[in-house]
């Protein structure tokens, strides 16, 4: 039987509160899209997501770290964007390629 509050082997609860950070920073940046917006739900959503123990498949379509990056990028922080990449990699996460290429971004942002 399935306890409906799991999601797989997680708390269906602290999925869920990622996404709804995500979905702030999201919603934050459409109403400021000029500036970069919604890196503190970012952040949170990043850290609970580290908190999670490694599953396969991923509870998360796309890690909550990449969409940090970007924003840091977008925001001119490329040294935090840089970080956040450089972090991503270093984890056993199926979301390598997208820190990859997000780190190649950043480090064309810093030749500049």
Do not use: N, W
Not at 64 to 75: A, C, D, K, R, W
Request: proline share 7%; with cysteine; hydrophobic share 45%.
């Amino acid at each position: 039987e399935v306890e409906p509050s799991l999601f797989g082997r997680f708390d269906a609860a602290a999925i869920l509160q990622v996404y709804v950070l995500i979905l702030r920073a999201a919603i934050q940046k459409l109403a400021r899209p000029d500036e970069p917006a919604g890196i503190r739900f970012l952040r949170e959503a990043t850290g609970l997501a580290k908190s999670l123990p490694y599953d396969e498949l991923p509870p998360f379509y796309l890690t909550p770290s990449i969409f940090l990056g970007q924003e840091l990028l977008e925001g001119a922080d490329v040294f935090g964007a840089k970080a956040t990449f450089e972090d991503e990699l270093q984890a056993s996460s199926p979301f390598r390629s997208y820190a990859l290429f997000g780190l190649e971004e950043a480090c064309q942002a810093l030749e500049k």
